[in-house]
C-alpha cells in the first residue's frame, strides 16, 4: 500500500507553496532520502522530510502524484545537514525547499538515479585503494615550520575546547602565520579522529586554488590524493559534483570552499575553519540571502563541532563577541621571523598639484623599489579605464539606458560597460547630443592607473634585467580560463616590479617580493552614507598593508596612503597598526546611534516595472505591521529608492526595519510572510527579505 511522504522541492520563491508537499511512496524512504519527483509538467529532485520540523505541508486539493525514483545509490543527507537547512530557512525568511534545493550541486538536481548509480561507481573505481592511516607519518610528508609561540599557544587551545565550546577568534596580524595554526589544527583533529572531517571556508574564489596546493602538498601523502577537494562556483558541474559526493560519502577529509561550501553534506566533521571571517564575500546577496560565517558559527553549536573565526581586522560583531566572552580570543600580535609590520605614510593630497595621481615621493619610492629588485603594489578600487566619459560642451554623460548608473570606459575595448547589467556598446566618436568630438574620461579606474604608472616608471632599469614591467590584475584582466593562476605565478616569479589591481590582489595572497604597497583614491568611503563603510575600508587597508613585507630578509616595508583627509581618525588608527582602539571607537558609535551589533536589522526590497509600483508595495506591507506579533518592538521605515534604483529596466526600492531584540524581530518577519504572499500589487516583479544587510 502506498505510504504518504512529505518531499521538500525548490518550488518558486514567491509562490504560496513553501512548505514540503505531499507524495506517494511504495515504502517507507528515510529522512533525507533524495527522490525525483514530478511537479507541474516537469521532473524535478526532491529531499525526504521529516514530519516535526515547523514546517507547514502544503496540500493539494487533487490526490498527491507518486514518487517518479529513488536515489538510493547515495545515503540519504545526514540530519545535522536537514537542521541547518530549516535553521537557514526560518532565519533568513526563506522556503526551505528553495535553500535546500540550492544548497545542493546543479548536477545533482539535473540527473536520474541510473546516472547517479553510475557517476558512484565511476569515482569508486577512481578512488585509492589504500590510504595510509593518519596514525603513520609518511615519508614523503614535507616537514612543518617551527611553530611561534603565539602559534603553539592558539594551536593548543583550539586543540583543548571542548565540541560545542564558544567559537574562537583567532586575531592575528597579517603574516602571523594564521594558516599554519589552521594546517596543524586541522592535522591533530585527523590523527584524532580517524574518519573525522574539516571545513575550511575562504571569502574568494582566487584564494581556493593557493590553499588547496598549501593544504594537497600536506596531507596528500598522508591520506590520498582524494582527501582534499574544493568546492566553489567556480568549478563545472561535474566538479562541484564530484566534490560534493567525496564530502557526502566520507572519502574527502578536508573541505575547502567558499559560501557555497557551508551547506556541504559532511556526515563526520570535527572542525570548522572561516578565513578571513570579516569579509562581506561571506554574504550571499541574491536568491536566499545568508551569511556562511554565521551559518558555520551555527553549524559548529548544532553539531557541538569546534569554530575557528581567523582575521587580522575581525568584524564588528565578532571583535564584540569577543568583548563580551562569547568566542574566545587568540591573539597573534607578531609576524613570524624578524618580518615587521610595514611603515604606514599617509601622503597629504592637498600639497600636491592638480590632477596629481601619484606623488613625487611615492613615484622616488617605487623607482627605489624597481631598482632593488623589489616588488610594489599599487591599488585602486575601481576597474575600467574611467568611471564615466562626458561631454563638456553639453553636459551629456555615458549613463546606462537600462541602469540608474553609469556606464565604464574601458580603454582596452573601446567601449562603454554597464557593470550593473552588462549593457555594452562601442565608444561614441563623438558626443550623441551635441556632436563635438571632444568627449573625455572623468575619473581614474584600473586601466588608466596602469597606463600611467607603466609611463611614469616603464622606462626606468629593473634589477632582473630590461626595464621595469607593470601588471594590472583586476575582474577584467583575469575573466579569461587560467589568466589569473598565470598572473599569479609572474608576480610570484618576481617577473613583475609594479602589481596594479583592485581588491582583489590585497587578500590572502602571499607575495614574498613586495616590500610596498600604495592605496591611490581611498576617501570615498570615508563619508559614505553606508555605517559600515568605515569598518570595510580599514579592513581592506589592513589586509593590503599585509602583502608588503612578508620576507624578512628584504628589510622594511611600507604602506603609503594619498589621501586628502590625513588627519581622519582611521588613518591615525592605521598607522599604529591598532585595530583593537579603531573597533573601540566604532562600537562606541555603534551604541550611540542604536546600530548593528547593537540592534538588529532587515530589509525587504521590492522590484516592479515602476518606482511607484515598488513603493506602493512596499507601503502596503507596512500598512499590516501594527497587527503583527512584536511589531511593538520593531521600527520601520519608510519606503526608499534603493541606492542604484534601477537595474536592466527594473526598479528597486527598500523599507528597513529595527529591532533591539532579534527574538522580536525574527518573530515579526515570520508572521508577516503570509501578508506579503497575499499583496497583489500592479507592476511588482519579485520581492525579498534580506536578515542582517551588509548594505543598506
Known sequence: MAQRIRVLVATPAHSRLHGPLTYLSEGPLADGTLVRVPLGSRETLGIVWREQDGLQTDDFVHEPRPVTAVLDAVAPLPKSWCDLIAFAARYYQRAAGEVALAALPPQLRQIDAIQLARRLQRAARHAPSTV?????????????????????????????????????????????????????????????????????????????????ARFTERFAARFGDAAVVSLHSGMTDAQRLRGWLAAHTGQARIVLGTRLAVFASLPALQLIV?????????????????????????????????????????????????????????????????????????????????????????????????????????????????????????????????????????KLDRTLRCHHCGFTSRVPRACPSCGDPDIVPQGRGTEQLEEQIAALVGQLPSARGGTARVLRMDADSTRLKGALEQQLSQVH????????GTQ???????????????????????????FRAAERLFALLMQAAGRAGRDASRGSSEMWIQ???????????????DYPGFAALQLREREQASLPPFAYQALLRAEARTQDGAQAFLRDAAAQAPALPGAGEVTLYGAVPMTVQRVANVERAQLLLESTSRAALQAFLSAWQPALRSLRTPGLIRWAIDVDPLSI
Not at 295 to 321: D, I, M, N
Not at 563 to 577: E, G
Request: proline share 7%; charged share 20%.
Open 274 to 410: 572561516v578565513d578571513e571571517e570579516h569579509d562581506p564575500s561571506y554574504k550571499q546577496q541574491d536568491g536566499a540571502r545568508h551569511s556562511a560565517r554565521d551559518l558555520a558559527v551555527y553549524r559548529g553549536h548544532l553539531q557541538k563541532v569546534r569554530v575557528v573565526l581567523g582575521s587580522a581586522t575581525p568584524s564588528l560583531e565578532s571583535w564584540q563577541a569577543s568583548e563580551r566572552g562569547r568566542y574566545t580570543r587568540l591573539e597573534m600580535p607578531a609576524r613570524i621571523g624578524q618580518a615587521q609590520l610595514p611603515r604606514v605614510r599617509v601622503v597629504d593630497m592637498n600639497r600636491e598639484p592638480p590632477r596629481t595621481l601619484i606623488s613625487s615621493a611615492l613615484l622616488a619610492a617605487i623607482a627605489e623599489r624597481i631598482a632593488r629588485g623589489e616588488q610594489s603594489l599599487i591599488f585602486l578600487n575601481r576597474r575600467g579605464y574611467a568611471p564615466v566619459l562626458s561631454c563638456h560642451s553639453c553636459g551629456w554623460q555615458s549613463e546606462c539606458s537600462h541602469c540608474s548608473a553609469f556606464r565604464v570606459f574601458h
Open 493 to 500: 616569479a618576481g617577473d613583475i616590479d609594479v602589481l596594479v
Open 563 to 577: 589621501t586628502w583627509h590625513p588627519a581622519h581618525p582611521l588613518f591615525d588608527a592605521l598607522r599604529r597598526h
Open 504 to 530: 582583489m590582489i590585497t587578500k590572502g595572497h602571499d607575495f614574498r617580493h613586495i616590500t610596498l604597497v600604495a592605496a591611490v583614491q581611498p576617501d570615498a568611503a570615508l563619508f559614505s552614507s553606508d
Open 132 to 212: 595510509t592511516s593518519a596514525a603513520s607519518a609518511a615519508p614523503s610528508a614535507p616537514e612543518a615550520p617551527v611553530l611561534t609561540d603565539a602559534q603553539a599557544r592558539a594551536l593548543d587551545a583550539i586543540d583543548h575546547a571542548a565540541p560545542g565550546a564558544p567559537p574562537l577568534l583567532l586575531f592575528g596580524a597579517t603574516g602571523s602565520g594564521k594558516t599554519e595554526v589552521y594546517l596543524r589544527a586541522v592535522q591533530q583533529m585527523l590523527e584524532r579522529t580517524p574518519d573525522g572531517q574539516a571545513l575550511v571556508l575562504v571569502p574568494e574564489i582566487n584564494l581556493t586554488p593557493q590553499l588547496q
